[in-house]
């Protein structure tokens, strides 16, 4: 459903359900704007932006549009660090796992088909979320036309850089221990070593060449010695990516002037278990959906419209009510 200029000023004020520290308030004047809203998702590899975006997508009427450069291709899933069915909990994602493996999937292949993504979310009056690592399909998507048509709101995840790097080598060694190695075995090519093309460049194939190679043919010392500096590859270019991507979001934030929300989730990475968990409720978790709902009621469109309503027939009161928090289990 869309809502014209003149049925905004023939039908009577909308409430605006404005989210601050899980209260919503009322206000009877809203100004009126036919700009569709995205929320886009930003961080470095690691830093929880699947979970995020699950989290804010099973507290609003959302789909995630994935945003990763090596996640868009089918296969490797443990390598690439795919959400699993489970993970995504129903919530409907778009070019994740749907390109060729072999195919040359450019930042324009990525502006076409996420633009088409978009619209399609948003003529169903959803929510279109943006995530994942990859900035420069991020800064193809964005451009002038796209702004023109689409209200952006940017969140960045971020952690400390130490932190970080300490939890991407525990992360690989659970992926090694999920079969990362079988499912490089499945892709690797004895006839050639050309790992610039496709899912191929995914880092954990080429930095397992060596050993695939050789792992038939030299003595279990040799063998383990030559798996070992493969991981040890593998978590060192990890980091090195982490670490690129986080000097680019800084620079896009500073170039391109995105008004960018910056969500440090780095005390939930220093902790375990429940006291993990509310540590990313309380600095990531609810700011970001207090970001979302301020955004979303900011201007009029058929999401929002959809929105106070959905969340209106819950009020209590006519004042303000607390809103029930969904808490995520994603990455």
Known sequence: MRISFSACKQAPPQPLVNFRGGVVSMDPFMPWRRKDKVVILMGATGTGKSRLSIDLATSFPAEIINSDKIQVYEGLDIVTNKVTEEECRGVPHHLLGMIRSDADFTANDFRHHATIAVESIVSR????????????????????????????????????????????????????????????????????????????????????????????????????ALLEMAIYKIKGNTSLLALKQLRNIRRLRKQMEWDMHRLDATEAFLKSGSESHEAWERRVGRPSRGIVGNFLCEEDSALSTSFIKMKASSLVGAAAVSTAVVAGAGR
């Open 125 to 224: 009056d959803r929510l279109p979320i943006i995530a994942g690592g990859s900035n420069s399909f991020i800064k193809a998507l964005v451009n002038d036309e796209f702004k023109s048509r689409y209200a952006c709101c940017f969140l960045w995840v971020d952690v400390s850089f130490p932190v970080l790097h300490s939890y991407v080598s525990d992360r690989v060694d659970k992926m090694i221990e999920s079969g990362l190695i079988d499912e490089v075995r499945q892709f690797f090519n004895p006839d050639s070593d050309d790992y610039t093309r496709g899912v191929r460049r995914a880092i954990g194939l080429p930095e397992m060449d060596e050993f695939l190679r050789a792992e038939a043919r030299v003595d279990d010392e040799t063998r383990d």
